[in-house]
């Protein structure tokens, strides 16, 4: 499951995104419009820039916006930024592997293979499919 901090990081890139001005944009414009709380945004906001996704500019007419284009941003990269693992379990994940406390042999286990599948699956639908297509998806209802 998404946290909250994910899927405010995704509705925060997809506003800045459906912008049709690419100028900078306040904090309180984003928080008041993708409904999410200012505080809670603006470590979001912060963390996005640090991994070079958003830029800022001080002063007037400052604020944040895109470095990149939206079909290059991968939905991939977010949930990791902020979720963490896409494999549901430490045994199967590409960069975040542990292996599990109740497992003797995984090379045997079935529930491994089985999520193996799953993780490949969804990694291949997660990379993707960038914040381009979210916009894309919100454009069509």
Do not use: W
């Not at 089985?114 to 914040?131: A, F, H, Q, S």
């Amino acid at each position: 499951m998404l946290s909250k901090k994910t899927k405010y990081a995704l509705h925060a890139l997809t506003y800045l995104a459906k912008k049709e001005d690419p100028t900078p944009t306040l904090i309180l414009e984003i928080a008041e419009n993708a409904r999410i709380p200012r505080k809670f945004l603006e470590s979001i906001l912060l963390d996005l820039k640090k991994q070079g996704i958003l830029a800022s500019k001080m002063g007037k007419g400052g604020g944040y916006f895109l470095r990149h284009h939206p079909k290059d941003i991968s939905l991939s990269g977010i949930i990791r930024l902020f979720n963490g693992p896409i494999a549901l379990l430490p045994c199967v994940s590409l960069n975040y592997y542990q292996p599990c406390d109740e497992c003797s042999d995984e090379i045997q286990c079935g529930l491994n293979k089985v999520m193996i599948d799953v993780r490949n699956e969804t990694l291949r639908i997660l990379e993707n499919k960038t914040i381009q297509d979210i916009v894309d998806q919100e454009i069509r209802i």
